[in-house]
């Protein structure tokens, strides 16, 4: 299934390519051609191969070669499927068009490539290629199934297998396997006496009835190579022989162009030191198919966007990454900008390298509602817009930051953010509301004073007593295993997703079981127990509270060894813990020592991604080593500043807030209008579903109330202020309310859809709240203003502008059209109309 | 505990499985990077468009007895057999309850699966996500008609892909695929947005409608993320649906011939069921009766087998007769069998170990009986199977691949059923 996916986000790519490739082409007609990345041969300075010499040893044995050519500008292009290769000796090896180098016969060879009059050559030395080399099934075998898919989560690898025949998982158990294939079933499927007859081979090849169909071709070097393995008798290999301990991709880094190849060469290091060629059996997967695609042999295609590229490869639970960065390639007007906060240091640098170009200042009108929306979840009023734009202050922006940062609304609308990934949840059970009340509360107290970031984790990981005495210990209500304590203190504290790493090796990551079961061991000794409430009869089970202690003793299980598992942070050392000391303690002394390549950037990533609608690693909870920043510095710098100035998520937000990157327009210019991963202009977002109902409830003058909640004028009705998921909103959930069932961002959804416009367009709540005696509507009806200055002002309210002579032209013939007595209609209809543009809805 | 028709479910256990929360959301579906993968893989299968087939599953709540609808034992001692008998339907050798007359008729129809394997729990969620609720409550797996309004909400689509006409239980539940792919259930808010709110007239709308033009001066290729697009094209689908009414109307039965209504009287549900799917609909899905039988079993079935015969019937004639039988696909089944010993009062208690379930259409082998239970009707005899693996049945008819993923909240690749073991003999 993997193998089909992957093939269906290839095909995508390719789609989307060639239909990119003439649509952009036009558009970008100003540039220069695109036709082809091919230069010509007067372009070519010098010609080299990688590597520089060859020696294939086996007839399995092959070598990709990669011809570079470094141009007279001094760039460099990858020409391996562009240039002619000849051999010295036709009969010693044979090389494909795009390079691969396989051995026919032992010998010593030299092998030309040729473009135009430049030439490169490689020696080549092939030997014992008539000899049958031991075969090592794990290092040889395995492999095959994993690159054909055979051992895949959809096939044979998952837990059940497949039609009674399972694999270890992307072979990850080699053992395993063995003995599946060689013993299992009375060695059925392998045929000793006729090795071509085996069920493997004949299924595998489609000859007998196979339901994943044709996977090999018979006499394909994968099959060759399985065949001689039955032949030699199945051997398993010398528990000696070296084992794969790390993979190299060459190049492993190349600034290229839009509409270009790279073809990249994988190398399996081995425990003696040995080095071999994989490329054939490593995998290929792209992180963004806008960018890049790559095929079966590691052929990478370029897109026609700019920006940072990457591609992950794997081979035996090994993963590396070739990163491609992509200049846009048209010729750049001169531009200054000067850099503000640290912020514009490593953006500025990008676009110079990727050759984009930012957009204009954002208007001060655009910018105080975006500021308000982004920072407090709130419209700004009517005064504040006005005052604003009037204020000559030249740092009137940054006192405005400084201003929303130490507001009310911050504080809740970043504890919403929290409670969403803390999973403050009530799940119908009317009890837990004291608790969470109270840890949403905390959460919400904890933002306002800018309690340092390391000691409000530390308070929610290490929390003692029950959630009266401590509100964070209600997180633990449901954090019950120390597999959910893993995931969730990894996907919400460290920005990885480890989860896949609880039962087989993690496909995508270094991330063995051990790892996964040495974080796990933190948990082993938290203490759980209901106490009963004072005063209230013991047999009251409802009343009992969660209360969390240490245990002097306690171990988790490693599920992979069955033994009690070691504690052992991720890529940390192990840890000794004594029976007075709580290894939760342990674990955030590991998180937030400054060292710690997880903790800090996980925060800033994850606010940056707030503020600019994409993380610099996206999605923002999934950093590894496979899905690189697309901007390291900047998340580097942001981080080290954020540690440097004592973990405060206040600074953080005025450090982005203030930075000229996030105060630039949305509207694109010819540059960066395809631009969505360098920050080159603002990405509009649509409001999420709390601040808008919020902000519907401001414009039509018809607060809302929650069953529960206090009304006043603090407490109020703001959804953004609801301190857990129980509060039944419909408007909320069309627009994406998560449920809070999971620790990740995304579970709250920004998509538009068909549900949402007609609740906005069409639905009685709506039309309630703008008929609404003493609403907005009834007011403006009976203000004795003038109908013009009633209608700037609902523009200015709603979309933080005036409106244009047209709009106001047409608001006021509406008013007209109705006559006197019909004048609250008639401004339902405009704020109607208001709520409805896109502009409302999208902060921009 | 005896159930009365159309009012809570309650069950032994005495939990009310009200409808929890009432909320109607459709159309948020695949980005396009989604669109673009599904459209790749349908052109590589020679197929030229996306999945388009139907499904209408129809959930008998409480568990019906198996030995009394359609797999009886008249061989059986008379302790187990129980009162009523087989009759012979219009596909020899295949026989079903007296109380099913109309759908013998139809045998050839239909086919039934006597050989299920389920759980012991009183839940829709087996039998609509595959897994027990006691895992998909804390895995999330999607609910079948999710997966469909995942798979099927586009742009193009103006209508809900997925309905629910019993309200919301853990089996219609999205789980990980977003709470956008909740069914729309017709009641409540998602109802009354169908339908212009009473003081605003037709005039007043197209008014309103100018407004907006005039107002919006977002531009939109500001947004690359597509959302904003996305937003201009579902306002007008809304507007769209509102003015048209199609869904509405669907769900309005009075214009119905009065022959038809005849036909449906009582269990009118199922009129609406095809109704739905007529205008687009992907999924719907539908329950009858309470068949948690502990007592009076016979009683309670006397009542309730001939109102399931006729909608199941009619349903499935009505299917045919509109040429829709390759297109649209019907399941009937609840979440267990029943005790094959009658207690002592005259009931039947739950029976996990064995159960049988009614297909229908799809473009599936109709006519045929797959898989049998021992004599007594205690265990599978033959071709035991799960419920999973007839979802996983049901999707490869539909076009979706069983095995195909989506990723949960934690960033892993979910497989929509991991026993996904096909039955071939109804794919044929």
Redesign the interface.
């Given at each position: 299934?993997?193998i089909v996916?992957r093939?269906?986000?290839m095909?995508?790519a390719?789609?989307?390519f060639s239909e990119a490739n003439g649509a952009r082409a036009a558009e970008l007609s100003a540039g220069p051609a695109l036709a082809s990345y091919r230069p010509k041969p007067e372009q070519v300075a010098k010609l080299e191969i990688y590597p520089s010499q060859v020696r294939l040893r086996g007839w399995h044995d092959a070598a990709q070669l990669i011809v570079t050519a470094t141009l007279t500008d001094g760039r460099l292009q990858d020409l391996t499927g562009d240039v002619t290769y000849t051999v010295s000796q036709a009969n010693v090896v044979r090389v494909s068009p795009s390079g691969m180098v396989t051995p026919l016969n032992d010998g010593a060879v030299e092998i030309t490539a040729s473009f135009g009059p430049h030439q490169a050559r490689v020696q080549v030395l092939a030997e014992k290629v008539h000899e049958n080399l031991p075969i090592n099934f794990g290092n040889q075998i395995v492999p095959i199934f994993t690159k054909y898919g055979c051992n895949s989560?959809?096939c044979h690898g998952?837990?059940?297998g497949q039609?009674g025949f399972r694999l270890s998982l992307l072979g990850s158990d080699p053992e395993l396997d063995y003995m599946t294939l060689v013993k299992e079933s009375r060695g059925r499927r392998l045929f000793l006496a006729a090795p071509e007859k085996s069920l493997l081979l004949l299924k595998g090849t489609g000859q007998l009835p196979h339901g994943g169909g044709k996977r090999l071709e018979v006499g394909s070097d994968e099959y060759n190579m399985i065949l001689r393995w039955i032949v030699a008798g199945t051997p398993y290999g010398d528990p000696k022989d070296p084992v794969v301990v790390r993979i190299s991709v060459y190049p492993e880094r190349r600034v290229t162009t839009r509409y270009n190849r790279q073809q990249l060469a994988v190398y399996a290091h081995y425990s003696d030191g040995t080095v071999e060629d994989v490329t054939r059996r490593a995998q290929y997967e792209t992180n963004d198919?806008?960018m890049a695609s790559v095929d079966f042999t590691g052929l990478v295609t370029t897109m026609g966007q700019a920006g940072e590229a990457a591609i992950m490869i794997r081979y035996q639970g090994h993963v590396t990454v070739f990163r491609a960065t992509v200049p846009l390639g048209l010729p750049v007007p001169n531009y200054t900008f000067e850099p503000k906060t640290i912020v514009d240091h490593y953006t500025l640098a990008k676009w110079r390298q990727l050759g984009l170009m930012p957009s204009e200042p954002a208007s001060d009108e655009v910018f105080i509602r975006r500021a308000y929306l982004d920072i407090t979840g709130t419209l700004p009023s009517v005064e504040a817009v006005r005052a604003f734009l009037a204020d000559k202050d030249p740092k009137k922006r940054d006192k405005l930051i400084d201003r929303l940062v130490d507001s009310e609304e911050y504080a809740y609308y970043f504890a919403l953010k929290w409670a969403d990934i803390l999973k403050v949840k009530r799940r119908?059970i009317p009890q837990r509301a004291q608790g969470t009340f109270a840890f949403h509360s905390w959460i919400k107290d904890s933002l306002a004073q800018d309690k340092p970031y390391s000691q409000f984790v530390r308070e929610i990981l290490c929390a003692v007593g029950d959630d009266r005495q401590s509100p964070p210990v209600f997180w633990y209500t449901e954090i019950q295993t120390p597999e959910q304590f893993v995931?969730d203190v990894a996907?919400v504290f460290l920005g990885t997703?480890i989860?896949?790493a609880q039962c087989h090796h993690h496909p995508y990551e270094k991330y063995s079981q051990d790892d996964y079961w040495g974080m796990a061991a933190f948990y082993a000794r938290v203490g759980r127990k209901n106490v009963v409430s004072l005063g209230t009869p013991v047999q009251n089970q409802n009343q009992a509270r969660l209360a969390i202690f240490n245990r002097p003793t306690g171990t988790v299980t490693n599920k992979r060894t069955n033994q009690p598992a070691v504690m052992k942070p991720l890529d940390g050392n192990p840890v000794i813990c004594g029976p007075s000391e709580d290894p939760r303690a342990k674990l955030v002394d590991w998180m937030t020592d400054p060292k710690n390549p997880f903790f800090a950037r996980a925060v800033v990533n994850r606010y940056w991604a707030h503020f600019f609608?994409r993380g610099i690693v996206d999605?923002l909870?999934?950093m590894r080593e496979t899905n690189p920043p697309t901007n390291p510095e900047l998340l580097d710098a942001l981080a080290r500043d954020f540690i440097e100035h004592g973990f405060s998520l206040k600074h953080l937000v005025r450090t982005i807030c203030k930075s000229r990157t996030y105060q630039l327009s949305?509207?694109?210019n010819d540059f960066n209008?395809?631009?969505?991963q360098s920050y080159a202009?603002y990405?509009?977002?649509?409001m999420s579903a709390e601040v808008l109902f919020d902000a519907v409830s401001v414009v039509t003058g018809s607060p809302s109330t929650f069953p529960g909640m206090p009304s006043d004028r603090h407490g109020a009705s703001r959804a953004i202020m609801l301190p857990d998921e129980a509060f039944?909103s419909?408007f909320l959930?069309?627009f994406?309310?998560?449920?809070r069932?999971?620790?990740?961002e995304?579970?709250r959804?920004?998509?538009?859809?068909?549900?949402?416009?007609?609740?906005l367009?069409?639905?009685?709540?709506i039309?309630d709240k703008l008929?609404r005696p003493g609403g907005r509507a009834d007011r403006l009806a009976n203000d004795p203003r003038p109908d013009a200055e009633k209608i700037e002002e609902l523009f200015l309210l709603a979309l933080g502008r005036r409106?244009?002579p047209?709009?106001l032209q047409?608001?006021l013939q509406?008013i007209e059209r109705r006559g006197p007595q019909n004048k609250k209609?008639a401004y339902e209809?405009?704020i109607?109309?208001?709520i409805?543009?896109?502009?409302f809805?999208?902060i921009? | 505990m005896l159930t009365i028709w159309g009012a809570a479910q309650r069950f032994c256990d005495g939990i009310t499985r009200r409808n929890f929360l009432k909320i109607g959301a459709f159309g948020a579906g695949l980005t396009l990077a989604d669109l673009l993968r599904l459209r790749a893989a349908a052109k590589s299968a020679g197929k030229t468009s996306l999945p388009n087939k139907a499904a209408i599953m129809i959930y008998l709540p409480g568990g019906p007895s198996h030995m009394d609808t359609y797999d009886l034992k008249p061989n059986a001692p008379a302790e187990f057999r129980g009162e009523f008998k087989p009759i012979k339907t219009n596909v020899p050798g295949i026989e079903i309850c007296e109380y099913f007359p109309l759908q013998a008729k139809l045998m050839d129809k239909m086919a039934i699966i006597r050989s299920i394997v389920s759980v012991d729990e009183h839940s829709d969620s087996l039998v609509m996500t595959g897994y027990p609720e006691r895992i998909s409550r804390v895995t999330n797996h999607p609910s079948f008609g999710a997966v469909i309004s995942k798979l099927r909400s586009t742009v193009d689509n103006p209508v809900p892909a997925f309905v629910s006409l019993r309200g919301m239980s853990r089996g219609t539940e999205p789980g990980f695929l977003g709470i956008a792919h909740r069914p729309f259930t017709p009641s409540g808010p998602g109802l009354q947005n169908l339908r212009l709110p009473g003081a605003v007239s037709l005039e007043r709308f197209e008014d309103r409608r100018a407004l907006l033009h005039s107002f919006d001066s977002l531009r939109r290729e500001i947004d690359a993320s597509g959302t904003a697009e996305g937003m201009d094209a579902f306002t007008q689908k809304a507007i769209d649906m509102v003015l048209s009414g199609n869904v509405r109307r669907a769900l309005d039965l009075s214009t119905v011939d009065p022959a038809t209504r005849e036909r449906y009287k009582g269990v009118e549900q199922f009129l609406t069921a095809l109704r739905l799917i007529e205008v687009g609909v992907g999924c719907v899905t539908l329950s009858i009766g309470g068949w948690d039988t502990h007592s009076n079993n016979f009683t309670t079935l006397k009542r309730q087998l001939p109102q399931v015969d006729k909608g199941v019937a009619n349903l499935i004639q009505d299917l045919y007769d509109r040429g829709l039988d390759k297109d649209v696909l019907v399941v009937m089944w609840g979440e267990f069998g029943r005790t094959p010993k009658i207690n002592n009062s005259a009931g039947r208690d739950h029976w996990a170990p064995v159960m049988s379930a009614l297909v229908a259409g799809g473009g599936m082998k109709m006519g045929q009986v797959i898989g049998s239970s021992t004599e007594r009707g205690e265990r599978p005899k033959d071709r035991p199977c799960t419920v999973s693996q007839v979802l996983a049945t049901l999707y490869t008819a539909m076009g979706i691949d069983p095995g195909m993923t989506f990723l949960n909240g934690a960033g892993r690749p979910v497989h929509l059923l991991d026993d996904r073991q096909v039955l071939t003999e109804l794919l044929g």
């Amino acid at each position: 299934m993997r193998i089909v996916y992957r093939f269906v986000m290839m095909l995508a790519a390719i789609t989307m390519f060639s239909e990119a490739n003439g649509a952009r082409a036009a558009e970008l007609s100003a540039g220069p051609a695109l036709a082809s990345y091919r230069p010509k041969p007067e372009q070519v300075a010098k010609l080299e191969i990688y590597p520089s010499q060859v020696r294939l040893r086996g007839w399995h044995d092959a070598a990709q070669l990669i011809v570079t050519a470094t141009l007279t500008d001094g760039r460099l292009q990858d020409l391996t499927g562009d240039v002619t290769y000849t051999v010295s000796q036709a009969n010693v090896v044979r090389v494909s068009p795009s390079g691969m180098v396989t051995p026919l016969n032992d010998g010593a060879v030299e092998i030309t490539a040729s473009f135009g009059p430049h030439q490169a050559r490689v020696q080549v030395l092939a030997e014992k290629v008539h000899e049958n080399l031991p075969i090592n099934f794990g290092n040889q075998i395995v492999p095959i199934f994993t690159k054909y898919g055979c051992n895949s989560g959809g096939c044979h690898g998952k837990i059940s297998g497949q039609n009674g025949f399972r694999l270890s998982l992307l072979g990850s158990d080699p053992e395993l396997d063995y003995m599946t294939l060689v013993k299992e079933s009375r060695g059925r499927r392998l045929f000793l006496a006729a090795p071509e007859k085996s069920l493997l081979l004949l299924k595998g090849t489609g000859q007998l009835p196979h339901g994943g169909g044709k996977r090999l071709e018979v006499g394909s070097d994968e099959y060759n190579m399985i065949l001689r393995w039955i032949v030699a008798g199945t051997p398993y290999g010398d528990p000696k022989d070296p084992v794969v301990v790390r993979i190299s991709v060459y190049p492993e880094r190349r600034v290229t162009t839009r509409y270009n190849r790279q073809q990249l060469a994988v190398y399996a290091h081995y425990s003696d030191g040995t080095v071999e060629d994989v490329t054939r059996r490593a995998q290929y997967e792209t992180n963004d198919v806008e960018m890049a695609s790559v095929d079966f042999t590691g052929l990478v295609t370029t897109m026609g966007q700019a920006g940072e590229a990457a591609i992950m490869i794997r081979y035996q639970g090994h993963v590396t990454v070739f990163r491609a960065t992509v200049p846009l390639g048209l010729p750049v007007p001169n531009y200054t900008f000067e850099p503000k906060t640290i912020v514009d240091h490593y953006t500025l640098a990008k676009w110079r390298q990727l050759g984009l170009m930012p957009s204009e200042p954002a208007s001060d009108e655009v910018f105080i509602r975006r500021a308000y929306l982004d920072i407090t979840g709130t419209l700004p009023s009517v005064e504040a817009v006005r005052a604003f734009l009037a204020d000559k202050d030249p740092k009137k922006r940054d006192k405005l930051i400084d201003r929303l940062v130490d507001s009310e609304e911050y504080a809740y609308y970043f504890a919403l953010k929290w409670a969403d990934i803390l999973k403050v949840k009530r799940r119908n059970i009317p009890q837990r509301a004291q608790g969470t009340f109270a840890f949403h509360s905390w959460i919400k107290d904890s933002l306002a004073q800018d309690k340092p970031y390391s000691q409000f984790v530390r308070e929610i990981l290490c929390a003692v007593g029950d959630d009266r005495q401590s509100p964070p210990v209600f997180w633990y209500t449901e954090i019950q295993t120390p597999e959910q304590f893993v995931d969730d203190v990894a996907q919400v504290f460290l920005g990885t997703r480890i989860n896949c790493a609880q039962c087989h090796h993690h496909p995508y990551e270094k991330y063995s079981q051990d790892d996964y079961w040495g974080m796990a061991a933190f948990y082993a000794r938290v203490g759980r127990k209901n106490v009963v409430s004072l005063g209230t009869p013991v047999q009251n089970q409802n009343q009992a509270r969660l209360a969390i202690f240490n245990r002097p003793t306690g171990t988790v299980t490693n599920k992979r060894t069955n033994q009690p598992a070691v504690m052992k942070p991720l890529d940390g050392n192990p840890v000794i813990c004594g029976p007075s000391e709580d290894p939760r303690a342990k674990l955030v002394d590991w998180m937030t020592d400054p060292k710690n390549p997880f903790f800090a950037r996980a925060v800033v990533n994850r606010y940056w991604a707030h503020f600019f609608g994409r993380g610099i690693v996206d999605p923002l909870d999934d950093m590894r080593e496979t899905n690189p920043p697309t901007n390291p510095e900047l998340l580097d710098a942001l981080a080290r500043d954020f540690i440097e100035h004592g973990f405060s998520l206040k600074h953080l937000v005025r450090t982005i807030c203030k930075s000229r990157t996030y105060q630039l327009s949305a509207v694109p210019n010819d540059f960066n209008k395809h631009d969505k991963q360098s920050y080159a202009r603002y990405y509009p977002k649509r409001m999420s579903a709390e601040v808008l109902f919020d902000a519907v409830s401001v414009v039509t003058g018809s607060p809302s109330t929650f069953p529960g909640m206090p009304s006043d004028r603090h407490g109020a009705s703001r959804a953004i202020m609801l301190p857990d998921e129980a509060f039944q909103s419909y408007f909320l959930d069309v627009f994406g309310r998560p449920q809070r069932l999971s620790a990740c961002e995304c579970e709250r959804v920004n998509e538009a859809n068909l549900a949402q416009v007609l609740h906005l367009l069409n639905s009685q709540e709506i039309h309630d709240k703008l008929s609404r005696p003493g609403g907005r509507a009834d007011r403006l009806a009976n203000d004795p203003r003038p109908d013009a200055e009633k209608i700037e002002e609902l523009f200015l309210l709603a979309l933080g502008r005036r409106p244009t002579p047209e709009q106001l032209q047409l608001a006021l013939q509406t008013i007209e059209r109705r006559g006197p007595q019909n004048k609250k209609q008639a401004y339902e209809d405009i704020i109607w109309a208001i709520i409805n543009t896109k502009e409302f809805l999208f902060i921009q | 505990m005896l159930t009365i028709w159309g009012a809570a479910q309650r069950f032994c256990d005495g939990i009310t499985r009200r409808n929890f929360l009432k909320i109607g959301a459709f159309g948020a579906g695949l980005t396009l990077a989604d669109l673009l993968r599904l459209r790749a893989a349908a052109k590589s299968a020679g197929k030229t468009s996306l999945p388009n087939k139907a499904a209408i599953m129809i959930y008998l709540p409480g568990g019906p007895s198996h030995m009394d609808t359609y797999d009886l034992k008249p061989n059986a001692p008379a302790e187990f057999r129980g009162e009523f008998k087989p009759i012979k339907t219009n596909v020899p050798g295949i026989e079903i309850c007296e109380y099913f007359p109309l759908q013998a008729k139809l045998m050839d129809k239909m086919a039934i699966i006597r050989s299920i394997v389920s759980v012991d729990e009183h839940s829709d969620s087996l039998v609509m996500t595959g897994y027990p609720e006691r895992i998909s409550r804390v895995t999330n797996h999607p609910s079948f008609g999710a997966v469909i309004s995942k798979l099927r909400s586009t742009v193009d689509n103006p209508v809900p892909a997925f309905v629910s006409l019993r309200g919301m239980s853990r089996g219609t539940e999205p789980g990980f695929l977003g709470i956008a792919h909740r069914p729309f259930t017709p009641s409540g808010p998602g109802l009354q947005n169908l339908r212009l709110p009473g003081a605003v007239s037709l005039e007043r709308f197209e008014d309103r409608r100018a407004l907006l033009h005039s107002f919006d001066s977002l531009r939109r290729e500001i947004d690359a993320s597509g959302t904003a697009e996305g937003m201009d094209a579902f306002t007008q689908k809304a507007i769209d649906m509102v003015l048209s009414g199609n869904v509405r109307r669907a769900l309005d039965l009075s214009t119905v011939d009065p022959a038809t209504r005849e036909r449906y009287k009582g269990v009118e549900q199922f009129l609406t069921a095809l109704r739905l799917i007529e205008v687009g609909v992907g999924c719907v899905t539908l329950s009858i009766g309470g068949w948690d039988t502990h007592s009076n079993n016979f009683t309670t079935l006397k009542r309730q087998l001939p109102q399931v015969d006729k909608g199941v019937a009619n349903l499935i004639q009505d299917l045919y007769d509109r040429g829709l039988d390759k297109d649209v696909l019907v399941v009937m089944w609840g979440e267990f069998g029943r005790t094959p010993k009658i207690n002592n009062s005259a009931g039947r208690d739950h029976w996990a170990p064995v159960m049988s379930a009614l297909v229908a259409g799809g473009g599936m082998k109709m006519g045929q009986v797959i898989g049998s239970s021992t004599e007594r009707g205690e265990r599978p005899k033959d071709r035991p199977c799960t419920v999973s693996q007839v979802l996983a049945t049901l999707y490869t008819a539909m076009g979706i691949d069983p095995g195909m993923t989506f990723l949960n909240g934690a960033g892993r690749p979910v497989h929509l059923l991991d026993d996904r073991q096909v039955l071939t003999e109804l794919l044929g």
